[in-house]
Every structure is written in C-alpha cells, then in structure tokens.
C-alpha cells in the first residue's frame, strides 16, 4: 500500500512539476516526458536532441553516455536551444522504471542574456560602445603573440577641451561619441578600436606602411567633419601616433613608441600623423 502510494507521488510530482522532465534512452529517446516539457520539445518529436541546435548534439549525446556506463555521476550542459534561447539540460541515471536516464530543462536565456550584458559592460567603454582598456590591452597581446601584423595607432584629440569649455560637457560626449562613429567605420573585421580614457583612443589596423598613413590621415579628416556636424561651431582634430608591430617586440614597448609619436604629432602642430617606424617623420593628415 505505502510503495504504491510512493509510486502515485512521484507520477504526480513528475507529471505536475513546473521544470521540463523526460526519461530517455541514452541514445535520446524520450520514453516519457511531462507537461513542461513542451516548452522545449514538441510533443510528437522522438529524441530530446530535437530540443537543441543541431552543431551542439554530439557533446549532449556525450554527456549522456558517460553518466550511462557510470564515467560520471551527473551532468549540466547550457545549450542552445531550437527556439533561439539557452537551456540548461541535467541528467542522472535511473534506477529503476523506463529510460536510462532521468533529464532536467530549464529555460536560462534570460540568465545567460544577463550575463552577456554583464560582460559587454565590463569590456567597453560606457560612452562610446568602443573597447574599454582591458579589452584593447587583450586584444594586443593577442594579436602580437598570434599574428604581429599590422599597425597601432594612438589618438589624442585636439581642440576638445575647447568644447567642453565652450559647450559644455554634454556637447564633449557627443564629439566622443561621433569620434568613436569615425573610428569603427575605419576599421576592418578582424581589427578593434578602444577609447583608453578621457579624449584618447587607441586602433589596431590589420594594415601597414602607407596604408596605414593614408587611414590615419583618412581618420583625422572624418573626426574634424565628425565633430563639427556633432556640434556645430566645433574644430576638432587628432594627433596620431603610428607604430607597426613587430614580432618578438613588447607590448609595452610599442605603445610607449606609437604614445611618444602622437605626441611628437602635437609639437608638430596637430592634426596630423607622426611615426615611430621611420624616425617620427610627420605625415600631414590630407
């Protein structure tokens, strides 16, 4: 008497619970599933790898053969879902009853779009949507110890005090904001652009040599036009400092070259392209 109603309580709980469940085979097949799972699975479709994306199938079909021949003892998978969202997949053996084992789906899109949020805030600039220090400083390192090719540019930005000044700091966020337009229009796929604090930028260029010299000087045109539409009456330049990269060369090294140039830029007379490559020989910005 006690076990059947022991059985009829967990038929219940099963059936009732508010959380996606199913028995499967190890193989996926769904032999029984409740009410809730309907969130993720069709009714009429046969296998629990109906529930996700089709690239990620192989890892849970994995997961679910290694807690089968009792390699582990659990699993929890994030997976992305058919319907566009993340489910959190869980499974145990069973002991007893039909299937092998015992499968737990929870809807976490709205966690896992929480935590991408999160991590877009940590790794850019508030103002600008750019890059933020942490993330061009990876993205450096990466690039020098992958593929040191390319060119580094330092930005300072030249009559932006003058704005806040005479426009207030409100006109300044929005010159920042249309530098930072210029900046991701110059860029290609694989490059990044960062505003490293206050009026600075940062852009590392997949390109070299002139090519590199004609985007600097390219940049500085666009920001000075940028900046005016931004805030009418605005004269807004760049000093830029251009280094290359080389292999085999510091990090630190090269900024601190590409941040001497940019400021031998502003000596210069501003507005203009100065390079540690070729003994900070100026390049007019066109």
């Known amino acids: 008497m006690e076990q059947r ?56 079909l994995e997961a679910m053969r290694a807690v089968h021949a009792g390699i582990e003892r659990t699993f929890k998978l994030t997976l992305d879902s058919v319907s566009d969202g993340s489910v959190e997949i869980s499974g145990v053996p069973m002991r007893a009853g039909s299937g092998d084992l015992m499968l737990h789906l929870v809807d976490v899109s709205d966690r896992r779009r929480r935590e991408r949020e999160l991590r877009e805030q940590a790794e850019h600039d508030a103002l600008t949507g750019l890059d933020n220090v942490r993330r061009f400083r990876h993205a450096f390192d990466e690039r020098l110890a992958t593929r040191p090719f390319g060119t580094l540019l330092m930005l300072d930005l030249d009559g932006f005090k003058a704005v806040n000044d005479t426009h207030g700091h409100k006109a300044g966020d929005d ?91 502003k000596r210069a007379g501003k507005g203009r392209t100065v390079s540690a490559d070729h003994d900070l020989k100026s390049h007019r910005a066109s």
């Open 175 to 265: 010159v920042l904001v249309a530098v930072a337009r210029v900046l991701r229009d110059a860029i290609g796929a694989s490059d990044c652009a960062a505003r490293l604090g206050g009026d600075e930028f940062a852009v590392l260029l997949g390109v070299e040599g002139s090519l590199a010299i004609d985007t600097a000087a390219q940049i500085i045109a666009r920001i000075e036009t940028a900046a005016a539409l931004a805030v009418p009456g605005a004269r807004v330049s760049a000093s830029i400092g251009l280094v290359t990269l080389l292999g085999g060369s510091a990090a630190s090294a090269l900024l601190e070259a590409a941040d001497r140039a940019m400021y031998a830029a």
């Open 5 to 60: 109603l022991s059985g009829q309580t967990v038929r219940f709980m099963f059936e009732n619970s508010p959380i996606g469940m199913c028995s499967v085979a190890v193989d996926g097949t769904v032999v029984r599933r409740n009410a809730a799972c309907a969130a993720f699975l069709s009714p009429e479709a046969p296998s629990i790898l109906a529930a996700i994306v089709e690239s990620q199938r192989t890892e849970l």
